[in-house]
C-alpha cells in the first residue's frame, strides 16, 4: 500500500502517551501508534454510518420484503 507523509500537531500528554507505548514496544514507532489508531477510528466512523443507516429502516416494512422475496422463492421450488 503506498503511503503519503502528513505533519500533524498534537498535545504534548498525548505525545508523552505515545512515547510510552513505544518504549514498551507496544508500537515500534510513533507513526505506527498513529497510524493504527487513525485507522481503527476510521472503523468506528464506518461502523456508526452503517448503524445509523440501519436505524433509518423500518423493521415492518423489511420484514414485509423479507417475507414476499421468500414466499417467491418458495413457489419455485420442486415438490418431490
Not at 43 to 50: E, F, I, S, T
Not at 57 to 73: F, T
Request: hydrophobic share 40%.
Amino acid at each position: 500500500m503506498a503511503s503519503s507523509k502528513i505533519a500533524i500537531t498534537l498535545d504534548t500528554t498525548l505525545v508523552r502517551k505515545i512515547d510510552h507505548l513505544v518504549r514498551d514496544r507496544i508500537f515500534p514507532s510513533r507513526s505506527r501508534a498513529i497510524q493504527d489508531a487513525v485507522a481503527e477510528k476510521m472503523v468506528r466512523y464506518d461502523r456508526g454510518r452503517l448503524a445509523g443507516e440501519c436505524a433509518k429502516l423500518n423493521p415492518k416494512e423489511e420484514q414485509a420484503i423479507a417475507d414476499e422475496g421468500l414466499s417467491s422463492e418458495v413457489e419455485q421450488w420442486p415438490i418431490y
